[in-house]
């Protein structure tokens, strides 16, 4: 009987369960899997982040129903954090939405935006779960083809006119997964010109924010002038604060995209646990040198695995931000059947770039989530396999 269901008759399959499903099954053959295939922060939470948390849930207040729409001190916290790094300034309670985990506002968005049948603009490649959204609000998708040769962002000059004219929605996100391409100032600004042209809200997913390589700082998305009038940025205390499990995140922006993601909030949650609250008040107010120490370690796994990864002759797209290396499929392969190469051969686990969309074919996705020499032996496993 609930099969018929139009939503999760059009949820999208998990590509990634079943990646994980295979990285498994090979673990239980037995194999020694190098596992580059995966997303999730390896680090711990920086001790004074967990202290904080461990203090707040003695507070004998939290047995009540928290604020709906998150700690007013925490909103403030936030409106702080972006001043302070980025210099944009928020209302922090028009302009802020406090969210359990970036995901989720991301998701549902376009449930609170859009009606059915209207059109989205997605990033291809991107991060799978903003397909989710898209068929929970029953929209229709387009897709921005992100290529090398334009530094993986999408070129508005290159949209289907008519689908520029129906687009309600866009999603960007840079620093990005999985191509580790960063965003320029000049780039947000066309970003806004678009928008502004077309009428499009623009969305952009500042999850990887905090990480920038080689000295250079992503910048925020409201950093440009007039970007607060066209659109918001989601940011997530899981990456940088290596705090992915505790499910806190946030969006910031214009007032009524964030009004409308707090009313469908309103409707599906109770705010997040308000310890968790509290300690990341405290990480947004620190002096940010854990994140720094963060960015450094990112930064020296990238060039130990693209070191290790040259010498065999696999030449990596240069990374400016995220935790990813995207790295080009030799020719005669598909991503995937690559990545069941390696799995197979190699026992080496890595993301097909297919699953990220149909522009991600041609590469594999690397995480730069696990210390040397396990770069080293993988690529000398890989290099056995001939295939440069
Ligand atoms: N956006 C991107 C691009 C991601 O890669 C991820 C997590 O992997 C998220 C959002 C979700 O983050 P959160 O933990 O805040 O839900």
Redesign the pocket.
């Known amino acids: 009987k609930f099969d018929e269901s139009n939503v999760l008759q059009h949820l999208p399959k998990q590509f990634f369960a079943t990646l994980v499903a295979k990285v498994n099954a090979k673990i239980a053959s037995g194999a020694d899997v190098i596992n580059l295939g995966q997303?999730n922060p390896d680090q711990p939470t920086p001790d004074y982040i967990v202290q904080a948390m461990q203090k707040a849930t003695a507070d004998p207040e939290n047995h009540k129903y928290s604020q709906f729409r998150g700690m007013p001190r925490l909103k403030q916290a936030v409106a702080d954090f972006y001043a302070r790094e980025y210099g944009v300034k928020l209302d922090p309670e028009k302009e802020v939405a406090i969210l359990g985990?970036?995901?989720?506002g991301?998701v549902e968005l376009p449930f609170a935006l859009l009606n059915p049948g209207d059109t989205m603009l997605l990033p291809d490649p991107g991060?799978p779960?903003y397909l989710s959204g898209v068929a929970l609000a029953q929209v229709k998708l387009r897709l921005m083809s992100l290529k090398a040769e334009n530094h993986f962002l999408p070129d508005y000059d290159d949209l289907d006119p008519q689908v520029v004219d129906q687009a309600k929605l866009m999603y960007l996100?840079y620093p990005n997964?999985p191509t580790g391409a960063v965003a320029t100032p000049e780039f947000y600004e066309q970003t806004v010109k678009f928008a502004n042209e077309h009428q499009i809200g623009v969305v952009q997913?500042f999850?990887?924010g905090a990480i920038g390589f080689d000295g250079k700082r992503p910048v925020s998305f409201l950093q440009t002038p007039g970007a607060k009038d066209v659109g918001i940025e989601?940011y997530?205390?899981?990456?940088s604060y290596n705090m992915?499990g505790w499910?806190i995140?946030f969006a910031v922006g214009n007032a009524d995209m964030i009004e409308a993601i707090n009313l469908i909030q309103d409707h599906l949650f109770v705010s997040v646990f308000p310890a968790i609250q509290e300690a990341s008040i405290t990480a947004l107010e620190s002096d940010q040198s854990t994140v720094r120490s963060l960015v450094a370690l990112y930064q020296k796994r990238r060039d130990q695995f693209y070191a290790a990864a040259r010498k065999i002759g696999w030449e990596p797209y240069p990374s400016g931000g995220a935790f990813y290396a995207w790295m080009p499929v030799p020719k005669g392969y598909t991503s995937e059947q690559f990545a069941d190469l390696l799995l197979d051969k190699a026992a080496v686990a890595v993301a097909p770039g297919v699953g990220f969309g149909k522009s991600g074919e041609g590469y594999v996705r690397v995480g730069l989530l696990i210390d040397e020499p396990r770069f080293t032996e993988a690529c000398e496993r890989i290099a056995k396999l001939n295939l440069f």
Do not use: E, H, P, V
């Open positions: 997303g985990g970036s995901k989720i991301l991060y779960d996100n997964n997913d999850a990887y989601f997530t205390m899981s990456k992915a499910r995140g």
